[in-house]
């Protein structure tokens, strides 16, 4: 049974600030990962993707890769009150993605 | 541009009615096609997923069913709804490969 494993939170953070959400995977074979970002009640939004070990900077994102350690983040740099939302780590298999349960992000203003 | 479509946006049901969610996927050929549910609070729980026409893989057995009629439309079944039914119904789709999956803006099914 594949596995993704995130901190469920909630993760509190004042505005500004930046915001560190954390994946651990367990197939150690997975090559693609990505991060949705859902505000409630609504459906989940693809924010990042990342194939290869570092950082892929995106605006006010970098999602970063280690495959060594079986590990993705994903920072959010001066976080805003529209930031707050639930944050899905997703891993791909075959066929299929496997999502962890995601992290609450609360962004204070 | 791809474009997802899923309808209706909420549905109240009553306990042993039938239900019958359509997903329809523009802008694409050959999608992987996919449906979730997400009980509230909760994470998504992948029901069915399709890869060609008439090729349905389920991830858990219960009283729902999949089919794939065409190409880029996916639709959600049951005969009779039970109460655990109940969730958020989210369909998505994806080229496969690298490419991560789109999601539709979902039904919100409360089963009464």
């Known amino acids: 049974q594949k596995e993704v494993e995130q901190n469920s939170g909630p993760l509190s953070v004042p505005e500004g600030a930046i915001a560190s959400l954390n994946c651990t995977y367990s197939?150690?074979?997975?090559?693609?990962f990505f991060w949705y970002r859902q505000y409630s009640g609504k459906s989940p939004e693809l924010i990042m993707s990342?194939?290869?070990?570092g950082d892929k900077e995106d605006g006010r994102f970098t999602a970063q890769l280690n495959k060594a350690s079986q590990y993705v983040s994903l920072l959010i740099r001066d976080s805003q009150p529209s930031d707050s939302a639930t944050y899905l780590c997703?891993?791909?298999?075959?066929?299929?993605?496997?999502f962890g349960s995601g992290t609450k992000l609360n962004v204070k203003p | 541009s791809q474009t997802i479509h899923q309808w209706p946006a909420t549905l109240v049901q009553p306990v042993g009615s039938p239900l019958s969610l359509e997903c329809t996927v523009e802008?694409?050929?050959?999608?992987?096609l996919y449906w979730y549910r997400q009980a509230a609070g909760r994470g998504l729980q992948l029901l069915f997923y399709?890869?060609?026409?008439?090729?349905i893989s389920s991830e858990v057995p219960q009283n729902l069913s999949a089919s794939r009629p065409q190409d880029r439309q996916f639709i959600l079944s049951s005969k009779k709804l039970l109460l655990s039914d109940s969730g958020f119904y989210l369909c998505?789709?994806?080229?496969?490969?690298?490419?991560?999956?789109?999601f539709g803006s979902g039904t919100r099914l409360t089963v009464v």
């Open positions: 998505a789709w994806s080229l496969g490969g690298n490419y991560g999956y789109t």
């Open positions: 197939d150690r074979g997975s090559q693609s």
């Open positions: 990342i194939y290869s070990n």
């Open positions: 997703a891993v791909r298999g075959f066929n299929k993605f496997y």
């Open positions: 802008g694409t050929s050959n999608p992987n």
């Open positions: 399709s890869v060609g026409i008439g090729q």
